[in-house]
């Protein structure tokens, strides 16, 4: 036996779901266009912070340029002055003029000219590795310039001792190649930098109007190779930063690294942060598809309840008919004196008293189900042997009708404390239960097991038994079952009303395999006073 699925009949509330889809797809499409909308204004706010690194490297690379080209003119006219002191034949002459750049200590370390394969230093002394360097250096450097001239060229490599730097000039004077330059210390310049990034406009007015360039911008100046750190200036800690950097190529490529704090920025920027609306959206987004989801839910439900009445309202319509039409027929057939012998109008009356007994019992069940009659129970002494034979002639005729022997046994003693109008309907519905769906000729067993406190009702029967899975439902109200693939009659709240009546007994209920085969139902009340 299987519970009943779908009757085939088309869903009322089809149009209502049609429409429910139709809001899932809009919504869902308004949702998309507002999150591709908000993703594409977030894209553009990023590379509006990627411009604003961008511009801040480019305007310290550019000031950078500036002033250590000025710098180096600067100290070429001095070394071209120290180079003519020493072509005049005043060698030993370390009187240099200074020039016009007030420079920090050690920057420019020395000047030099070049004669043949010997460095000729003034101002300081020089180490014969870096005399060493200077001449490769600027000697194959000069071989590829030569004859175009430019005001001055910057030469740096890395050495066992550091860094090192050289700007030097190759011209044609007197008669000869000359050339002369001056070693540089880069990072004796830190006083210069922290100067310049404190008077260069770094940011964007946009930006500098609403922070301090301290405060948004981490600065690292350096020399790609060897990666060497001249000069760092931190800005605010920062968990999402922004990277851009520039090169300023006529201070010796020297590289300028910005790291600018994006979530502090992009609060500055006019609708910069769309994470909030982002998050509302998709909150948004989940609140309706939730609620959508619930009203499929309740649809679903509804159709399911409508279904279920449906078949409840056509359920009890044929089960009120059937006896209504024995109880007319045979009643009529009495007042027409039709029926002539004793035994004929006996049995004419026991069917009309049976039916009305099966109406009874149907409109007790579905009283109780309704909740017309869930009045708490009312234990009272009871004799079970007669309660057990009363209710046994009840199920005669039906029984007599499935060809079934119907069969009662009593373990333990016959007296106890029950109600016994619901131990009655109990037996009933378990009986008429096992009648309806159990096969013709067989054997229904109702036993009683009186063990004090409580009362066991025990109904085996041998039909086809009933599948684990579906164990379960068949206690829940208006659930049918199927036998051989057709429907039987019923309203489906014969087994519920049995439940709730254990249940109010202080008892429960429970299906097991047959003894043999079949289905074994049994329910436990709990004897005595009744339950709160």
Same mark, same amino acid.
């Given at each position: ?72 003119? +600067?100290?070429?006219?001095?070394? *071209? ?6 072509? #005049?034949?005043?060698?030993?002459? +370390? ?6 750049? %007030? ?32 001449? +490769? ?25 550091? #860094? ?102 992009? %609060? ?17 987004? !989940? ?21 279920? /009445? ?6 009890? #319509?044929?089960? !009120? ?10 009643? $009529?057939?009495?007042?027409? =004196? ?11 009356? $026991? ?17 109780? %189900?309704?909740?017309? =009659? ?17 209710? &046994? ?13 119907? /069969? ?36 229904? &067993? ?14 085996? +029967? ?10 379960? *439902? ?5 659930? *049918? ?28 209920? *429970? ?13 436990? !009340? ?7």
């Amino acid at each position: 036996m299987k519970t009943k699925r779908g009757t085939g009949r088309s869903n009322p509330d089809t149009p209502a779901v049609a429409l429910i889809g139709a809001t899932f797809v809009v919504v869902t499409l308004l949702l998309t266009q507002a999150l591709m909308t908000l993703r594409a204004h977030e894209l553009m706010v990023e590379a509006t912070l990627e411009d604003f690194a961008g511009f801040a490297s480019e305007r310290i690379a550019a000031e950078l340029n500036a002033t250590f080209t000025s710098i180096f003119l +600067d100290q070429i006219a001095v070394s *071209r002055s120290a180079h003519d002191s020493w072509l #005049s034949g005043d060698e030993e002459s +370390d009187d240099l003029p200074s020039g016009r750049w %007030a420079l920090p200590p050690g920057a420019i370390p020395l000047h030099f000219s070049i004669d043949g394969d010997r460095v000729v230093a003034r101002g300081g002394t020089l180490d014969p590795e870096t005399e060493a360097w200077i001449l +490769d250096e600027v000697g194959a450097h000069a071989a590829t310039v030569y004859p175009r001239p430019a005001p001055y060229a910057v030469l740096r490599s890395v050495g066992p001792n550091g #860094s090192r730097a050289v700007a030097y000039r190759k011209e044609q004077a007197y008669e000869r190649v000359s050339l002369y330059g001056f070693l540089i210390r880069f990072e004796a310049f830190d006083p210069l930098y922290a100067r310049l990034l404190e008077d260069a406009t770094i940011l964007p007015r946009s930006l500098a109007a609403e922070a301090d360039a301290k405060d948004l911008l981490t600065v690292r100046l350096m020399f790609p190779q060897g990666n060497e750190v001249l000069f760092s200036r931190p800005g605010a800690d920062a968990e999402e930063v922004v990277v851009a950097e520039s090169f300023a190529a006529k201070a010796g490529r020297m590289a300028v690294r910005v790291e600018l704090d994006a979530t502090r920025a992009r %609060a500055l920027v006019p609708g910069g942060d769309p994470a909030v609306q982002i998050s509302f959206l998709v909150a948004l987004a !989940l609140l309706t598809f939730g609620l959508l989801a619930v009203a499929v839910g309740l649809l679903r439900r509804a159709a399911r309840l409508t279904r279920m /009445r449906d078949e409840f309202v056509a359920n009890v #319509s044929h089960d !009120l008919r059937t006896p209504l039409a024995q109880i007319r027929m045979f009643s $009529e057939t009495l007042l027409l =004196e039709r029926l002539t012998q004793p035994e004929e109008r006996r049995r004419a009356l $026991e069917i009309i008293r049976q039916q009305a007994t099966n109406l009874s019992d149907l409109v007790d069940n579905i009283l109780h %189900a309704s909740g017309r =009659e869930s009045e708490p129970v009312r234990p009272a002494p009871l004799n079970l042997a007669r309660l057990l034979a009363d209710t &046994t002639d009840a199920l005669a005729p039906m029984a007599e009708a499935k060809v079934a022997n119907l /069969r009662t046994r009593l373990e333990g003693p016959a007296e106890t404390s029950v109600d016994a109008a619901a131990l009655r309907r109990i037996i009933i519905n378990l009986a008429d239960n096992a009648l309806k769906y159990g096969p013709r000729g067989q054997s229904v &067993t109702v036993t009683l097991m009186n063990r004090g406190d409580f009362l066991d009702v025990v109904v085996d +029967d041998e039909g086809p038994g009933i599948p684990r899975p579906e164990r379960g *439902r068949v206690w829940e109200r208006f659930s *049918r079952l199927e036998h051989e693939g057709r429907a039987i009659t019923g309203t489906g709240l014969g087994l519920a009303v049995v439940r709730d009546l254990a249940e109010r007994h202080g008892g429960g209920v *429970r299906l097991e395999d047959g003894p043999d085969r079949g289905t074994r139902v049994l329910v436990t !009340l709990a004897t005595g006073e009744p339950v709160a």
